[in-house]
Structure formats: C-alpha cells, structure tokens
C-alpha cells in the first residue's frame, strides 16, 4: 500500500466470532502493522466499543503484541493458543528426519478425553522429549495451559476452537484478491475491498442452513453474568 508517497507492507486483520446462538459473524477488520501491540489494542477496542461483551475464548497465533492487547482490552478471557502454528514453531526445532515421529507423539496429547488427562500426557510428552529435543520439550511446556485452553469447551466444539483453521478460508480468498491488485493505492481502498469480502461472506454465513455451533451445545457454556457468551477467533494475514 502506498502510504506518504512509500510503498509499506501492512498485514490485514480479520476477526471472526460465534454468538451465544452458535452463529458465525464477521466481528471487524483493520490494516495496521501486525507486530504493533498498540494496533491490536485498538482493533479489540474497536469491537469493544461496537458491542461485543462476554467474550469467553479467543483463538491466535502467537503474535506477542496480539496477547498483550487480549490481557489487556478482553480481561478475564481465555487465550488459545492455534494449535497448528504451535507444532509448526515445535517441529522448527527437531530435524527433518525426527519431525514425523515427534509430532504423531505430540498429537496423542489432544487425543485424551479431558483437560487433566491431556495435561497429564503433555508433560509425559514433554519429559520424553527433554533428553534429545531439550528446546521442543520446554515450547511445549511453556504452552501446555495456552494450547489446552479449548479443552474446557465442550467436547462438540473442540474441533473448532483449537485452532486460527475455520477463518483461513476467508484469509485465502482475501489474499487471491488482494493479490491481483498488488500495491493499493491508500488505506481506504484495500478497505474497501477485503471490506465487501468479508460482508459477503458474513451474508453467505447468514443464510445458510447450519450453525456453525448446535444451540443444545451452546447451552453448555455457563453464561457469563450479565452478557451474552461469544468465542471469539482473531488471526492475522
């Protein structure tokens, strides 16, 4: 995008929520510097300030400013972290050769029934760890509580929280269109465009037959005291 007369490069942030009927939503979007704490702080103020409350989980990569801006303007809410960014950061510190099995052993940590059962296992993987990959083992520690937040859910909708996946879709399409243009000439125009896909996408969530969460597994969650229950999925492009 030309900004001052320069050419930058500024990532576009979408944000993705489920509402206590179990309905998908476009929540926002903005383009700022993405390693920025004080960009993300005012994007989440942004959806604070446009209604959201009662936000119970939200779902990131592990951007530190992002998390910073989460503790910050969302207080009191669990942080997920994606598990796929987590066991690419993990396998970047095993080589190639060992890579398949190390991560066929991590994945029998999300294949346990509960949160103690699989905290239980994380360590045991981790301990397994410690002697060759003494760098993998202490990532993975250092996560355990953040890449095991979903597991609090409900069993039904795990699938969907441990990860930034279900907005990556919509992230690829933005990148196809964005692409064909190349450099945007100002703010408001790449606005305008990644603007209209995600309303269509918003409209296309709308009229469809399903939810994205079952209204009996919604009533799952307890209610947090005077608010709505929203699971919010953040991700940056």
């Known amino acids: 995008m030309r900004r001052d007369g320069r050419v930058v490069s500024l990532a576009t942030v979408v944000a993705i929520g489920v509402s206590a009927s179990g309905e998908r939503h476009i929540l926002g979007l ?49 942080w997920q972290r994606c598990r796929v960014h987590l066991m690419r950061n993990l396998l970047a510190l095993v080589p190639r050769s060992a890579q398949q099995m190390v991560a066929s052993f991590v994945r029998t940590i999300f294949a346990q029934p509960d949160h103690a059962s699989a905290m239980a296992q994380l360590h045991r993987v981790a301990d397994g760890l410690q002697t060759r990959f003494p760098k993998a083992a202490e990532l993975l520690r250092e996560a355990a509580e953040d890449v095991l937040a979903h597991v609090h859910f409900p069993e039904p909708h795990r699938r969907r929280l441990h990860s930034t996946n279900p907005i990556e879709r919509l992230h690829k399409e933005i990148k196809r269109r964005t692409a064909v243009v190349g450099i945007f000439p100002d703010e408001r125009s790449l606005i305008c465009l990644v603007g209209m896909l995600a309303a269509e996408q918003d409209d296309e969530w709308a009229t469809g037959d399903r939810r994205y969460f079952s209204a009996e597994s919604m009533k799952a969650i307890d209610e947090p005291e005077g608010g709505e229950v929203h699971e919010l999925l953040a991700a940056v492009i």
């Open 30 to 78: 903005d383009v700022g510097i993405s390693e920025d704490e004080g960009f993300w702080r005012a994007f989440l103020r942004s959806l604070v300030a446009r209604g959201l409350s009662g936000v119970r989980l939200v779902i990131s990569d592990a951007h530190a400013g992002l998390r910073r801006a989460i503790e910050t303007v969302l207080v009191g809410t669990s």
